[in-house]
Each structure stands twice: as C-alpha cells, then as structure tokens.
Nanobody
Framework: QVQLVESGGGLVQAGGSLRLSCTAS????????MAWFRQAPGKEREFVAV????????RYADSVKGRFTISRDNALNTVYLQMNSLKPEDTAVYYC????????????????WGKGTLVTVSS
C-alpha cells in the first residue's frame, strides 16, 4: 500500500503561482511513476503531468505545457507540481497518483490516489 497526501493548494489570482506537493508513505516511492490529475467542478478527472521513477522523463497535458513543471525528490518521497501563469480554468481539485506509464500506448495506470488539494484561481 502507498498513502499519498497532497498539500499546497489555495486561492491565487490569475497570473500567479502555486507549488503543490505530494508526499508518499508505505511501499517504496521511487519505483512508481508519479502523476498529477485534476478535476474541475462538473467535469471528469483529467491528466495534468507525469514523471518517470528517476525523474528523467516528463509529459504534460497540452493545456498546461510551458506553465506547469512536475518534479520529484525520491529521498523525500515527494513529487511536486510547480504551477505558473495560472488561469481561472486551472481551478480544480488536484490529485496525486502513483502508478505505471506505458510509453507504447501513452497511457497511465494509477494504482494509488491521494485525496486531493483544491486550487482556486480568481480572475
């Protein structure tokens, strides 16, 4: 089992920045590909970013590319999401996930989820 706890959400004005953190406990964190998803009110959960277990490979949703950066520190069992130039449409609950990524099919399979942290971007 892996327990994931997100933090760092809050209220920010458009154009501002936030850094989300997700700390893992339980099974070895470093073996997992880590990802961030988000779910806006009334919408389905969507992929935001993913990072390989060593941190050398990352992928982003087109909607956040160039504004968000995912990183990880395996010594601290933590994955981060630096969010810059935030827009009102980034408002959502952000979830951390631990799982596996298939490069051949470009699909991510989450095995564990955190409970989420709310990000609200005001215009």
């Amino acid at each position: 089992q892996v327990q994931l706890v997100e933090s760092g959400g809050g209220l920010v004005q458009a154009g501002g920045s936030l850094r989300l953190s997700c700390t893992a406990s339980g099974r070895t964190f470093s073996v997992y590909t880590m990802a961030w998803f988000r779910q806006a009110p009334g919408k389905e959960r969507e992929f935001v970013a993913v990072i390989s277990w060593r941190g050398g490979s990352t992928r982003y949703a087109d909607s956040v590319k160039g504004r968000f950066t995912i990183s990880r520190d395996n010594a601290l069992n933590t994955v981060y999401l630096q969010m810059n130039s935030l827009k009102p449409e980034d408002t959502a609950v952000y979830y951390c996930a631990a799982g596996t990524y298939s490069s051949s099919s470009s699909t991510y399979r989450p095995d564990y989820w955190g409970k989420g942290t709310l990000v609200t971007v005001s215009s």
